[in-house]
């Protein structure tokens, strides 16, 4: 028994960190002021065929972007084409070759890249003393080796064009729970990228982001169950069997949150800010803003907790004044 199915887990806790409304134009100046915003420029998506991805090639085809959608699936690609300024891409993160054929399109498009946005992930959940390498393995190529793969592949094109690079992270890059060790551990990890790609892209131009949705709509959890299905995956045995049993017996679609268009947003103003932020924490509520910045919180104060160099409580409160303060510069 592949023991990745031990680990999965239904209820709202659970499916909390995963990780709103799009810009629209009333008058017809409107209209073409947001079609001038993208100036024709050209941005590529991967995971573009639903969720996050899909509303973000939407939003920015429709304020003037022209869109590289990446997607695997024929009937997905097709989908895409229909979208004014779209086109759609067979783009497999996991697939060297697709994403090879991906550069040459954009090279042949004669429109150079100003944007990449790394939006392709995938969910695994299980305890980490249950999940396998294999699964474990799948969680990173996706959701870590994916944007390494792709950046890197296009990053002649976005820096010839001084552009934008910028990944889809999610609250669980900072928080962690649960269960989700092997999705927290994959989006802690685009944290990391993120910071170090942008020192190294500093000097070339090139601006790096991270946008770190909380709960919205989404395909994520429907593909997780559908690999379950297709690779057998069983209960028995599962120290969570109980989780995932509800898990399987219930709906997946995520259709109880609300559409990802704050998400889209945010992808808008990293590519047009003249001043594009470093993270963009994106949440449907209150409650999972609190819940994210008092896990960063409590990582601080547990870092500096009785170690020699220690600092008071007001050096600490300075520090982080500090940092607000070179933050709005």
Partial sequence: MNMMSRGLRVGMLTLLFFGA????????????????????????ITGASSGIGLKTAEVLAANGFFVYAG????????????IENVQGVRLDVNVQEDIDAAVETVK?????????????GVVVLAPLVEVTEEDLAFQMNVNVYGPYRVTK?????????????????SISGIVTWGLGGPYTMSKHAVEAYTDVLAVEMAGLGVDVAVVEPGNYKSDIMESMVERMREKGYSTEGSMAKESLDALLASPTDRGQYKEPDEVADAF???????TPKRRYMVVPNEAEA????????????QLNEDQPYAFTRDELMAMIDEAMADSND
């Fill in 108 to 120: 042949v498009g004669g429109r150079g890249l100003y944007g990449l946005i790394n939006n392709a």
């Fill in 268 to 274: 808008l103003d990293f590519l047009t800010s003249d």
């Fill in 153 to 169: 592949a296009f990053a002649p094109l976005l820096i010839e064009s001084e552009g934008r690079v910028a990944t889809t992270g």
């Fill in 71 to 82: 997607a695997r699936k024929q009937a997905d690609i097709d989908a895409l084409n229909a």
């Fill in 290 to 301: 609190n819940f994210t910045i008092r896990a960063h919180i409590l990582r601080l104060v």
């Fill in 21 to 44: 409304g799009s810009i629209t134009s009333t008058s017809v100046e409107a209209q073409e002021t947001a079609a001038d915003v993208g100036q024709d420029r050209a941005v590529l």
